[in-house]
């Protein structure tokens, strides 16, 4: 990845840090779940409105490193009017972006975090906000913590 580019996608993870999106609880959420990375101390609840299969409202609250607050923060304005079917296909090829550092052809912001593959104990930061939100959709807020989420 370019000097220029890995600077432009530092911007993106600064600018969602400093700048959340849709931060603060939902009042018309009809599914929450939360996770929690006890790792690195890291914890996410995301609200949202399914309306049949379409997200049509998503919010998420939470504290932790940047990564994960930033995370969060575009996993919100990733999500908010997909389909679940939609949701699912994004978060994989978020987590393919992490885990492999291949960033897709186009620029994204999904690919802001494909830095975070060299640090592996940072991916669990990075996918703790779309963990949550994909327990949030299975309606089984029960369990969302990564740590024991299959990667
Ligand atoms: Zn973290």
Same mark, same amino acid.
Request: proline fraction near 4%.
């Given at each position: 990845?370019?000097?220029?580019?890995?600077?432009?996608?530092?911007?993106?993870?600064?600018?969602?840090?400093?700048?959340?999106?849709?931060?603060?609880?939902?009042?018309?959420?009809?599914?929450?779940?939360?996770?929690?990375?006890?790792?690195?101390?890291?914890?996410?609840?995301?609200?949202?409105?399914?309306?049949?299969?379409?997200?049509?409202?998503?919010?998420?609250?939470?504290?932790?490193?940047?990564?994960?607050?930033?995370?969060?923060?575009?996993?919100?304005?990733?999500?908010?009017?997909?389909?679940?079917?939609?949701?699912?296909?994004?978060?994989?090829?978020?987590?393919?972006?992490?885990?492999?550092?291949?960033?897709?052809?186009?620029?994204?912001?999904?690919? #802001?975090?494909? +830095?975070? =593959? *060299?640090?592996?104990?940072? $991916? /669990?930061? #990075?996918?703790? +906000?779309? =963990? *949550?939100?994909?327990?949030? $959709? /299975?309606?089984?807020?029960?369990?969302?913590?990564?740590?024991?989420?299959?990667?």
């Amino acid at each position: 990845m370019s000097a220029d580019l890995t600077e432009l996608y530092q911007q993106v993870i600064l600018d969602h840090n400093r700048r959340p999106r849709n931060r603060g609880k939902l009042p018309t959420a009809n599914r929450v779940a939360h996770g929690d990375n006890p790792s690195c101390g890291d914890q996410c609840s995301v609200y949202l409105r399914l309306d049949g299969d379409r997200i049509a409202e998503i919010t998420f609250d939470g504290s932790g490193c940047a990564i994960s607050q930033a995370s969060a923060s575009l996993m919100t304005t990733q999500l908010k009017g997909k389909t679940t079917a939609d949701a699912q296909k994004l978060y994989d090829e978020f987590h393919t972006i992490v885990t492999t550092g291949q960033a897709p052809e186009e620029i994204s912001d999904l690919g #802001a975090f494909a +830095g975070v =593959h *060299a640090f592996p104990a940072r $991916i /669990k930061c #990075a996918t703790l +906000g779309w =963990h *949550a939100a994909l327990n949030a $959709i /299975k309606g089984d807020p029960a369990d969302a913590t990564t740590e024991t989420h299959k990667d």
